[in-house]
């Protein structure tokens, strides 16, 4: 009964654990799929994320301003995933290459050959993981040929595969390199022309002492001393080795400038280590800070002395006359008109000298000698005159002199010994045929009421006067040098003279021409070969024929005697008789080519005598001609050579001339 009802109560209570079961298990089932539905969700969010992630990865791979690629070997990526690239668009861009062009290249390839050995040198490091990253600058070849410049940074990603995976990270730095280049050859061309300055570069305080803090390598060469010697004033400052003189005014030039903030530019004198003077030219301006404050003063200061000294000669030729080295016309009245208003000068005497005669002497014994008279005279009035004294050569002969503060009784006494000075000088100069002789006038400017113009022209006045006085003597002195020069320089040339006068006088006395004439052709005869003073010994004595340049030289002295004949007062009237001597009658003759009549009577004269007495004297080159073998030329030689005429009254008279020329 037990057991039944044990078995009743058991049955009574199977659908309810039936039910028990059910509901437990669709509890169970619910809560794995509340659990399963949670896990999804979780999934969901966690790919979600995933993606978010990965879409965040590309964007910033793709946009970051750095080349970025990821690998695992020496080859760029062979393919590629839609979703993956091993490379960034910038990585392309700074390699100049697709990733189509990348896919396969082996990275060595395009690296700069001398960039190779350390990048692999560094990469076995990394891969033996005995470092984590190295950083280079690197150089990829482009396809062109060029290079790119990187800053690259390789690091090892431990992502837990056995594979070596490792990212590259590029900077594109060309332009910085190509910046740093252009840096380094300016500073490069900078250096250079700062060792090429004919001076130095500087940057100093803007203190008085020029407190150097940098100077360039010419320092040395200009002042003899080194940069660091100035730097900080280590031994000595700058401002000490500018000249004393200009050393404060330097100074106060810079102040000025700093004050009106204009470039600073200044001529001055230094004196270098070894205590010469040189002049320099200093260009520089002032720096300023952020608040307008002199900071330094930079500049350049390069070597002028050169040119300082060509400055210098060129003023010293603009100032004085290039043969006697005393003051020039341009500078006397340059200091006659300052004079003028100086009042503390007075009184200011002025004293011309002329030398006499210069014209007769240059055309006499050429320029050359000429100019050593002048010279000469120069001296004798510098050894005459005071220190102090503006002596000027004002014209070819003529010298003016300027003693301020000397009354006229005091140049009086100058002017005497002057003259007393040229007569010593005269004694002392033995070997010259002539002597120097001046005219000498002087005037004295007493108050300032007076024009020194009107003592310039008074002295002018008073030499002029003398001169007129003197140049008769004068002159004839000269030409009596001339002479005896003339006969010392050929012993035939004193006999042909005399004889042709005397043949010449007889033609024209029979061609009955009156006395005056007379004395002019005996006079004209006497000096119608003086020009040849003027030609070389060597021609003139020459035992053979002249060559062409010779005879060319030659057939100058009929001009040379023209000259000489003008310049002297006594021979003017027969200056023109002496130029036409070598004339012919047929025009063949020289200097002008003159014919017939055209030719002076005197000069056709002269030419038959002239001629006959060179035919009948012996002569270095030849021996004489009988009488009647120079008459037959002679005769041969008429209307072509001489004047018909002159040759009919010579023939006609001949025996009494040869009778008589050498009585």
């Known amino acids: 009964m037990a057991a039944s009802a044990f078995v009743y109560t058991i049955h009574s209570y199977v659908p309810l654990l039936f039910i028990f079961i059910i509901v437990l298990f669709f509890s169970i089932l619910i809560k794995k799929n509340k659990k399963l539905r949670s896990d999804k969700l979780e999934f969901d969010e966690m790919k979600r994320q995933l993606e978010e992630s990965e879409l965040l990865f590309r964007t910033i791979l793709e946009q970051a301003p750095l080349g970025i690629s990821i690998g695992d070997s020496d080859e760029f990526a062979k393919e590629f995933s839609p979703k993956f690239q091993p490379f960034n668009k910038t990585y392309e861009n700074i390699l100049g290459r697709t990733k189509e062009e990348l896919a396969g290249i082996d990275w060595k390839s395009i690296t700069h050959p001398d960039d190779i050995e350390y990048d692999m040198s560094q990469l076995k490091r990394l891969l033996a993981h005995e470092i984590d990253n190295y950083s280079m600058e690197k150089r990829y070849i482009k396809p062109d040929g060029s290079f790119t410049w990187v800053n ?79 730097t900080n004033n280590k031994t000595l400052s700058y401002s000490d080795i500018i000249a004393p003189e200009h ?14 903030k204009t470039p600073f530019r200044y001529e001055y004198e230094i004196v270098s280590a070894s205590g010469e003077c040189k002049w320099v030219s200093e260009i520089g301006q002032s720096i300023y800070n952020e608040d307008g404050k002199i900071e330094a003063l930079e500049g350049i200061i390069f070597d002028i002395t050169d040119r300082k000294d060509r400055e210098e000669q060129v003023k010293y030729l603009s100032e004085h006359d290039f043969l006697t080295d005393l003051y020039n016309r341009k500078f006397f009245d340059d200091e006659k008109n300052r004079l003028d208003n100086m009042n503390e000068c007075l009184p200011v005497t002025i004293m011309i000298v002329n030398i006499n005669g210069m014209r007769l002497i240059n055309d006499a014994f050429g320029y050359d000698e000429g100019d050593q008279v002048i010279k000469e005279a120069a001296k004798i009035i510098e050894s005459c005159c005071r220190k102090n004294d503006i002596i000027a050569r004002t014209a070819g002969d003529e010298f003016s002199i300027i003693m301020k503060n000397t009354s006229n009784y005091e140049g009086t006494y100058v002017q005497r010994e002057l003259q007393n000075c040229c ?36 002295a002018s006045d008073v030499m002029h006067n003398r001169k007129l006085l003197n140049s008769k003597s004068s002159h004839s002195a000269i030409l009596s040098s001339i002479m005896a020069t003339m006969y010392e320089r050929s012993h035939e040339t004193e006999e042909h003279a005399k004889r042709i006068a005397f043949i010449s006088r007889k033609i024209g006395s029979n061609m009955g021409l009156p006395p005056n004439v007379l004395d002019e052709l005996e006079l004209f005869s006497m000096l119608h070969d003086i020009g040849k003073i003027g030609i070389d010994d060597r021609i003139l004595n020459k035992p053979g024929k002249l060559s062409h340049i010779e005879s060319s030289i030659m057939k100058k002295h009929p001009e040379i005697g023209y000259r000489i004949a003008m310049s002297s007062p006594e021979l003017e009237p027969v200056a023109q008789y002496i130029l036409c001597h070598h004339e012919k009658w047929d025009g063949s003759g020289y200097p002008k080519g003159l014919k017939r009549e055209n030719i002076p009577l005197l000069s056709r004269i002269l030419a038959v005598s002239d001629a006959y007495d060179a035919m009948t004297e012996n002569r270095i080159y030849r021996k004489a001609m009988s009488v009647d073998e120079a008459i037959a030329e002679i005769k041969n030689n008429s209307g072509t050579q001489f004047d018909p005429h002159v040759v009919k009254v010579f023939i006609e008279n001949y025996n009494n001339i040869e009778n008589n020329k050498n009585h």
Not at 204 to 217: A, G, V, W, Y
Not at 247 to 258: F, G, T
């Open 152 to 230: 690259m940074v390789i690091a090892r990603l431990d992502l837990g595969n056995a594979a070596q995976t490792r990212m590259c990270i590029v900077q594109d730095i060309t332009n910085k390199k190509m910046a740093e280049e252009s840096l380094r050859e300016s500073e490069r061309s900078k250096a250079v022309l700062l060792s090429h300055l004919p001076g130095t570069a500087y940057r100093c305080l803007p203190d008085k002492s020029r407190t150097m803090q940098f100077m360039s390598e010419g320092c040395f060469k200009l002042t003899g001393y080194y940069p660091e010697d100035f």
């Open 423 to 458: 007569e010593a000088h005269n004694k002392k100069i033995r070997d010259r045929a002539f002597d120097i002789s001046i005219s000498c006038g002087i005037s004295t400017k007493e108050n300032a009421n007076e024009s020194i113009d009107k003592a310039l022209k008074d």
């Open 247 to 260: 050393r404060s005014i330097v100074w106060k030039e810079w102040e000025r400038v700093q004050t009106l």
